[in-house]
């Protein structure tokens, strides 16, 4: 019996290349990126993973990925993007494709990869959704709102996929290192430290530590793990 397929989107990014040297031990993984095509051939390179272009705004750009890893037996949803900005100067196409992004491809790409879950009966979905989700962010407005709905569409879709031997969960990160903070300040990043009781921020281990405990408990669905440090 070959190894089981694993299904990673945003596998370039810092959390997602965590997420692929975990998983690649003991997984056949198909990993989505973006623009990052020196990154995606380094992880195929060093974990025999397998990249996939996809844009998660792009209904048939999901739609081709589903076809080629619909045997998956887990999923994690990672892709995402982020926006600081006032929200009165939102624009449009920018709320449109951070909703797209971050929420309605997330639904899009479980609801296809689940139908072939259920019809295997087992599986596992892991959301990664943010620490904004849960309390909100002032000028993380639409991106807060995205992410608080990735934990409505957890809990909802763990209970309608438990029968199946399905389970679905979700990561809420806290402040992570990683290039998608690079726009912070040292001062802005001293100021996340002192507002976690650990006092520091999180490595993108953590997330996939965290992820592994979810893929191998079979007794946890429908729950939010915070992985924050405590911050509030």
């Not at 045997?71 to 797209?100: H, P």
């Amino acid at each position: 019996m070959g190894k089981r397929t694993a299904l990673i989107t945003g596998g370039t990014g810092a959390i997602g290349t965590a997420l692929v040297r975990e998983f690649a031990r003991d997984y056949d993984v198909v990993f989505t990126y973006l623009s990052d095509s020196a990154q995606a051939e380094k992880l195929r390179s060093e974990y025999g993973a397998k990249p996939v272009r996809c844009d998660l705004s792009e209904a048939e750009d999901i739609y081709a990925l589903a076809e080629q890893a619909k045997e998956c037996s887990l999923l994690i949803n990672n892709a995402g993007i982020a926006q600081i900005k006032l929200f009165t100067d939102v624009t449009d196409e920018e709320l449109d494709r951070m909703i797209s992004t971050d929420l309605t491809g997330t639904m899009r790409l479980s609801r296809e990869i689940s139908r072939g879950m259920i019809r295997a009966h087992k599986g596992c979905i892991i959301n990664i959704s943010s620490v904004w989700g849960v309390y909100g962010a002032s000028c993380e407005v639409p991106y807060s709102a995205a992410k608080a709905g990735i934990i409505g569409f957890t809990k909802a879709l763990a209970k309608e996929l438990g029968p199946s031997g399905i389970r679905v969960n979700c990561i809420a990160p806290g402040v992570i290192e990683s290039p998608m903070n690079g726009h912070l300040t040292a001062e802005e990043m001293q100021e996340l430290k002192d507002s976690t009781p650990l006092m520091r921020i999180g490595t993108p281990e953590h997330i996939s530590h965290a992820a592994r405990f979810f893929e191998s408990n079979d007794f946890t669905t429908g729950q939010v793990l915070g992985v924050d440090g405590g911050f509030m």
